[in-house]
Each structure stands twice: as structure tokens, then as C-alpha cells.
């Protein structure tokens, strides 16, 4: 199974950008959908940026499309996440997700791999 660490979170104005990471270990990286979700307190995870198993698709939520990115090293086995022109509303825990069956689901219970999840916030 595969064990997935994000790292690259902090603190940044509005307006500014950062690019998460998620490292992948004791799998076999290409056999898994990975996507990256985000959580506020009290609320439940919510769907960011998915990257396709198999070619270069990549799927976005309405409210980052044209601002995040979602990008995979296979050499490194790691999965990023670009993320520019940050505002408020973006400030939430954020998470690596994998599963090997899933096919462009944007539910959070369809993956049954998760990191440990990363601290984002906005604020000037």
C-alpha cells in the first residue's frame, strides 16, 4: 500500500502563490489516481485538482480552476500542486489523496489512501 506525505504548506498574502507536495512511498506509483482535497474546520473535504492515471488530463473544482495546478512526477514519484493568485477562501488543510481503482471521482470517500495533510494559509 502507499504511504503519502504533503509538504510546502504555510503562510502567504493574498495574491501570492505556493506549491504543495505529496510524496509517494511503498507502492507502485503509476497505479494510482491521485487528487488533492481540501478541509475547513467543521466541514467536509472538499475536492481541488485531480491528475489522470493514465495520459496528462487533469480535472479541477470551479473555484481554483485557472489559478491552481496540478502536475505528477513519475521519476519522483511525487504529485504537486501549484497554487497562484491565493486568496482568503483558500485557506484550509489540505490533502494528498490516492486509491488504484478510482476513475476521476471527485468524492473523498472513494479513496483509501490519504497523507497526513498540510496547513494553507492566506492572510495579510
Known amino acids: 500500500q502507499v504511504q503519502l506525505v504533503e509538504s510546502g504548506g504555510g503562510t502567504v498574502q493574498p495574491g501570492g502563490s505556493l506549491r504543495l507536495s505529496c510524496a509517494a512511498s511503498?507502492?507502485?506509483?503509476?497505479?494510482?489516481?491521485y487528487s488533492w482535497f481540501r478541509q475547513a474546520p467543521g466541514t467536509g473535504r472538499e475536492f481541488v485538482a485531480a491528475?489522470?492515471?493514465?495520459?496528462?488530463?487533469?480535472y479541477y473544482a470551479d473555484s481554483v480552476k485557472g489559478r491552481f495546478s496540478i502536475s505528477r512526477d513519475d521519476t519522483k514519484s511525487t504529485v504537486a500542486l501549484q497554487m497562484n493568485s491565493l486568496n482568503a477562501k483558500d485557506t484550509d488543510f489540505y490533502y494528498c489523496?490516492?486509491?488504484?481503482?478510482?476513475?476521476?471521482?471527485?468524492?473523498?470517500?472513494?479513496?483509501?489512501?490519504w497523507g497526513q495533510g498540510i496547513q494553507v494559509t492566506v492572510s495579510s
Open positions: 491528475r489522470s492515471r493514465i495520459g496528462a488530463a487533469t
Open positions: 511503498g507502492g507502485t506509483f503509476t497505479a494510482y489516481y
Open positions: 489523496a490516492a486509491d488504484p481503482s478510482v476513475n476521476r471521482s471527485y468524492s473523498p470517500s472513494a479513496y483509501e489512501y
